[in-house]
């Protein structure tokens, strides 16, 4: 049974720090990895998918790497402003099924 | 509208009511799906439809009934909840087909469902 865990759980950093968030899932057959936003009481906006045979996806900001064989993804967010506060979470494709992790909470401080 | 809309956004109801949940779809997909987040947990699949036909129950009770009656729209009939089946609810889609590359999932806004 697929298993993602992310990694802090929550993370609060002052503006402008580049940062990194973590992604880990037990089973490497998938085929593609997703990264989303959500905002508090809010549905989630897709960032960026990497497909299995990508290693990564840029988006403006934006920077997510897939390493399969180990199982490992990380979203990098340059520059980091306020209104990047939010929770971010990380999910893999297996099929059909995609299997969330629980999200990291990021604060952004002005 | 565009993108992927839920109604109601908020639903407050009693045990004993019954109630709907609708999705609706502006993207031309072919696959639907419910999901439900809770407090503290993951978000979880319940069900998801390709080409109107469900193909994944993923263990939900029967107090949840999902319908799909075409490509575009997608509902969740509610029956005697429980107060534990509070939380968000969302609906996503995507483009599904044999030999095309696992599509990115779009999820609507949820409706926040809270059972008395």
């Known amino acids: 049974k697929q298993e993602v865990t992310q990694i802090p759980a929550a993370l609060s950093v002052p503006e402008g720090e580049n940062l990194v968030l973590n992604c880990s899932f037990t089973?490497?057959?998938?085929?593609?990895l997703q990264w989303f936003r959500q905002d508090p009481g809010k549905g989630l906006t897709s960032l960026l998918l990497?497909?299995?045979?990508?290693r990564e996806q840029t988006s403006g900001r934006l920077n997510a790497s897939l390493d399969k064989s180990s199982g490992r993804s990380t979203l990098y967010i340059a520059a980091s402003q306020p209104g990047d506060s939010a929770t971010y979470l990380c999910?893999?494709?297996?099929?059909?099924?995609?299997?969330f992790g629980q999200g990291t909470r990021l604060t952004i401080n002005p | 509208e565009t993108g992927v809309t839920q109604t109601p956004r908020h639903l407050v109801m009693g045990m004993t009511n019954k109630k709907s949940l609708k999705c609706e779809q502006h993207?031309?997909?072919?696959?639907m799906y419910w999901y439900k987040q809770s407090a503290k947990k993951p978000l979880e699949l319940m069900f998801v439809?390709?080409?109107?036909?469900?193909?994944e129950n993923n263990s939900v009770p029967s107090r949840f009934s999902p319908e799909c009656p075409n490509s575009s729209h997608l509902f969740l009939h509610l029956h005697t909840l429980q107060p534990e089946d509070s939380a968000l609810y969302l609906c996503?889609?995507?483009?599904?087909?044999?030999?095309?590359?696992?599509?990115?999932?779009?999820f609507g806004p949820g409706t926040r469902l809270t059972v008395l």
């Open positions: 999910a893999v494709r297996g099929a059909q099924k995609l299997v």
């Open positions: 996503a889609s995507s483009q599904e087909g044999a030999g095309l590359t696992y599509n990115e999932q779009f």
């Open positions: 439809y390709n080409f109107k036909e469900q193909t």
């Open positions: 990497i497909q299995s045979s990508q």
């Open positions: 993207l031309g997909h072919n696959a």
């Open positions: 089973d490497s057959a998938i085929y593609n």
